[in-house]
């Protein structure tokens, strides 16, 4: 048995506590040593050192490693064996910066692990409340943690409930579990047993650690602390949630895994190839030779690998996350940013995201004219409008009557914002008094005309569903009542219609009539009565008294309201491919008709499931059934979370977004967790990899904008890094296979291109270019475009352009080195001018890289980040071929004037050339394609 399921005497007997005195202190010390603290368990968090060794298991650390190793081994050779120190130097300046290459990537990637989720420490403010509990037949407050099952425990309006209780007594208990359920409307409590298995939102005679109570006072039972509550049950599915690679993570990890094993084999192939050389020049091997070969073989392990990938790849992202950061975005994990691009469904929970959150009278009918009422939420905002101009008779009675039988209020705060205080439907009728221009504490300040007291009040509670108080105006006595519309019909003789009363008989159809329009709209109704009486009564007179022969004055209609905004997002959402669904606590004729005005489903009749149909259905049941649904109502946080992986399962790439608690393992189990920043708990932040700082919706049509922006700018740069790798590996081993004997002063074991100056392009004149293109504009209309497909490679359509382009620019690099070798200049000379050729070749080729079509169809002046870095990386790599300190460490050398001003020009004339054929053909054999329409293929 459950306890909601059991009589209150038997939770009592079962937990060996009494409801006069309580626990006694010991026991109650006893349990705490059984049961634990009332807290949430917390991870143990990985230790910093472990997460900084976890960066350098990556394969292309592990290359990088092993080319410090071959280098530490040459220099080893030369400094002891053949004793050439400056030789051994040169290996050692090697070792020395691309062990700092490793360590800036691995710091990088440190402090990405810092900025770890911390879900389950936010879950554990409640570590810092206290609760009124019974101990040995004294009232004591005791920190929330003391808590264990059997304390006596009593709440009133305001308080947070620290622990699962069982309701023992409640005087007009209402409690807010919105961060369980996801429904705004608080929830009425009794004692009585339950006789049937029921979700959290219809346990009525429970209280849920971390809900509210909005209304009354309560005694109960604890049943349950810590992991055991419904909030700690939450707590451990995001525990349980792991969490996944995002998209580009997939894609980088199979990408670099290959490049590693294409590096092992070119290293190993060129050792070999070497050492073949070398053997048939002298007729033997030696460990001069093999010390001759590592210089190559260094310096081709490093240009296979993209060494400034990582590096790049996290300033891309953090370049988008200052992009989302402008349009209200704050993303806590920069992976997850390309990821937005890549969404193709977005999940979303109803009240608080597409909704306000904010119960507000939308419609009313008053002495039979219906009205409508501008202005969403609390601001005291907007005009009331007869449906019919031509027929007003007025709704005074209706609106005095609606404020005075209430009590909420609204306060400004320090911001100007306008704050609710008591029950959300009382709220909503205030809003609507003071856009009238009527309040209540005015009224009986008599601060206006009338005259009115209240004499006497009848709160709601669950039996009559009513509510009253007897007002004094003047010399009339009166008793306001207000409840729902069916309970009230019942005991209502007469009902206002332009000012004369008619009998319920005349009008009870056309009220009726109006109660169910307003249910179509997903508008809760609420029944407004007046009725005349004498001083006896309303003094004396019993509650079913006074409650009785009442006059209608209107039916006020009452909804969560749509936030305005979701709308044109959902259809700017929709035309981009990506699929709408809401998942809700809510009832499923309301979330039906929310979805319907918000346009996430178009039919009237669509199928909503609710989380009773989720529980009979199986994992392949929800598998079948979930791409054709797109509004689940009743469910609850496990339910959620089988919808996202029901979708994953499809191949979708699922964003969740939500507010509650009751959101976050859902938001840990989507692709991207997405959170509301202003209405948003701080579990559900935590949860996140998306925060909205404005609540908006319209953001995260923006975001998704952003991510498919960033994601086509991390393709340019990674169409640019791959081309400029596969010409300094083709270069080098142009180099081994092509030259094999000396040109010149040059030995033909000398390779193209020394390990440090492929470092330095990789580092300088590769990577700071391809930072700049994270600030590239989007190429085409992306919104127009469907979500990409997650599963093809980032690569997919630009191979053959990266290895045309490749294996041009490294046969231009390789034809200067041997034009420089042939002319008698120095093996430094000839390394120089192969290192230059090179630099500014993959400069030129940076704007090509730009544009999915060709180098023509962008303006090169757009990005300015981009100019700025090519001319510095020009001007650096110049300088590092005169300065002598750089002479020394990098075995560069100084050149003529005439051969600066060729190897400026020279590589540019691939880039055009290519570009210019490609550009041409496509216009010769394709129709014209509008760009913002469609972006081109990736090909030659």
Do not use: C
């Amino acid at each position: 048995m459950t306890p909601y399921n059991e009589h209150k005497a038997d939770v009592l007997a079962r937990l060996a506590t009494s409801r006069q005195s309580g626990l006694t202190s010991e026991e109650a010390q006893a349990r705490l040593i059984q049961h634990g603290p009332n807290a949430l368990a917390a991870s143990k968090p990985l230790p910093a050192w472990r997460q900084f060794l976890a960066t350098l298991k990556e394969p292309l650390v592990i290359i990088l490693f092993i080319a410090v190793l071959l280098a530490w081994a040459s220099a080893g050779y030369d400094f002891f064996v053949r004793n050439d120190p400056s030789h051994g130097m040169a290996a050692v300046y090697e070792s020395i910066a691309i062990l700092l290459l490793i360590f800036v990537n691995a710091g990088l990637s440190f402090w990405q692990a810092k900025s770890a989720q911390k879900s389950l420490d936010a879950l554990k403010v409640m570590a810092d409340h206290h609760a009124k509990v019974l101990r040995d037949g004294d009232w004591l407050t005791v920190p929330a943690t003391e808590l264990v099952p059997g304390d006596i425990v009593s709440v009133k309006t305001g308080d947070f409930i620290e622990a699962d209780v069982r309701w023992l007594h409640v005087a007009e208990l209402q409690t807010n579990e919105a961060h369980l359920t996801g429904e705004a409307e608080p929830v009425q409590k009794q004692t009585h047993a339950l006789g049937a298995d029921v979700q959290i939102g219809d346990r009525t005679n429970m209280g849920f650690s971390g809900a509210t109570v909005t209304h009354g006072n309560g005694l109960g039972v604890v049943v349950a602390t810590g992991m055991q509550t419904e909030l700690g049950k939450i707590a451990t599915l995001l525990d349980q949630v792991k969490d996944k690679k995002t998209p580009i993570e997939r894609t980088i990890a199979r990408l670099t895994t290959k490049l590693m094993m294409v590096a092992m084999v070119i290293v190993a192939f060129t050792l070999l190839v070497e050492l073949f050389k070398a053997y048939q020049q002298t007729g033997s091997l030696s460990f001069a030779a093999l010390a001759e070969s590592l210089s190559t073989a260094i310096a081709l392990a490093v240009a296979a690998i993209p060494d400034a990938l990582p590096a790049v790849l996290s300033i891309v992202l953090t370049i988008g996350a200052t992009m989302l950061a402008k349009n209200n975005g704050l993303i806590k994990s920069l992976n997850s940013v390309e990821t937005l691009g890549a969404t193709s469904y977005i999940a979303s929970d109803k009240t608080g995201t597409l909704t306000k959150n904010e119960m507000t009278v939308t419609r009313f009918y008053a002495n039979g004219a219906s009205y409508v009422v501008e202005g969403d939420g609390y601001e005291p905002v907007g005009e009331i409008i007869p449906d019919d101009e031509g027929d007003t008779p007025g709704f005074s009675r209706f609106m005095l009557a609606s404020v005075l039988n209430n009590e909420a209020a609204i306060q400004t705060d320090d911001e100007g914002r306008s704050r609710p205080y008591g029950n959300p439907t009382d709220v909503a009728l205030v809003v609507m008094g003071h856009k009238f221009g009527i309040d209540r504490d005015t009224i009986l300040n008599k601060d206006q005309a009338l005259d009115i007291d209240i004499i006497r009040e009848l709160p709601f509670d669950s039996d009559r569903k009513m509510m009253s108080v007897v007002i004094k105006d003047g010399d009339q006595y009166q008793v306001l009542t207000k409840g729902a519309p069916d309970v009230i019909l019942a005991k209502t003789d007469a009902i206002l219609d332009h000012d004369q009363p008619i009998t319920l008989a005349a009008g009870q159809a056309a009220v009726e009539a109006q109660v169910n329009r307003f249910a179509e709209q997903a508008l809760r109704t609420l029944a407004v009565t007046l009725r005349d009486i004498d001083e006896d009564l309303a003094l004396h007179g019993s509650t079913g008294d006074l409650e009785q022969h009442l006059t209608l004055l209107g039916i006020a209609g009452i909804i969560d309201p749509p936030r305005p905004e979701v709308r044109q997002s959902v259809t700017t959402l929709h035309q981009a491919g990506i699929q709408v669904v809401m998942i809700t606590g809510d009832h499923a004729v309301t979330a039906r008709a929310i979805a319907l005005k918000l346009g996430i489903v178009t039919d009237p009749s669509a199928r909503v499931v609710e989380g009773k149909q989720l529980e009979a259905m199986t994992d392949d049941d929800l598998f079948r059934l979930a791409p054709s649904i797109r509004v689940y109502a009743r469910v609850s946080p496990e339910h959620k979370q089988r919808i996202v992986h029901a979708l994953q399962r499809h191949g979708e790439t699922v964003a969740m977004t939500g507010d509650g608690i009751n959101d976050a393992p859902a938001l840990r189990a989507a692709d991207i967790g997405i959170a509301m920043g202003i209405n948003g708990t701080e579990v559900t932040k935590d949860a996140a990899d998306l925060i909205l700082l404005d609540d908006k919706f319209t953001t995260i049509e923006r975001s998704v904008r952003a991510g498919r922006t960033i994601f086509g700018n991390i393709k340019n740069f990674m169409r640019h890094e791959l081309t400029t790798n596969v010409a300094e590996v083709l270069a080098l081993l142009f180099g081994v296979l092509l030259m094999t004997q000396p040109v010149g002063q040059v030995a033909a074991t000398t390779p193209t291109l020394t390990a440090l100056m492929v470092l330095w392009v990789n580092m300088i004149s590769d990577a700071l270019p391809s930072f700049a293109l994270g600030y590239d504009v989007p190429e085409a209309d992306l919104m127009n475009q469907p979500p990409r497909n997650v599963k093809q490679s980032i690569l997919h359509g630009m191979l053959g352009r990266i290895f045309l382009r490749g294996i041009v620019m490294g046969g231009l690099v390789y034809v200067a080195f041997i034009w420089a070798a042939s002319q008698g200049m120095s093996g430094a000379e000839a390394q120089t001018l192969a290192f230059l050729t090179l630099v500014f070749g993959q400069l030129w080729h940076v704007f090509d890289a730009r544009s999915t079509r060709t180098l023509f169809a962008r303006n090169p002046f757009e990005n300015h980040q981009l100019l700025l870095a090519v001319a510095f990386a020009a001007a650096a790599s110049l300088l590092v071929t005169i300065m002598p300190f750089f002479n020394e460490v990098m075995g560069t050398a100084p050149l003529s004037s005439t051969l600066y001003a060729a190897v400026v020009f020279i590589p540019a004339l691939p880039t055009f050339i290519l570009s210019g054929i490609k550009e041409l053909w496509l216009r010769w054999h394709r129709p014209p394609v509008a760009p913002e329409r469609q972006a081109a293929p990736e090909h030659d």
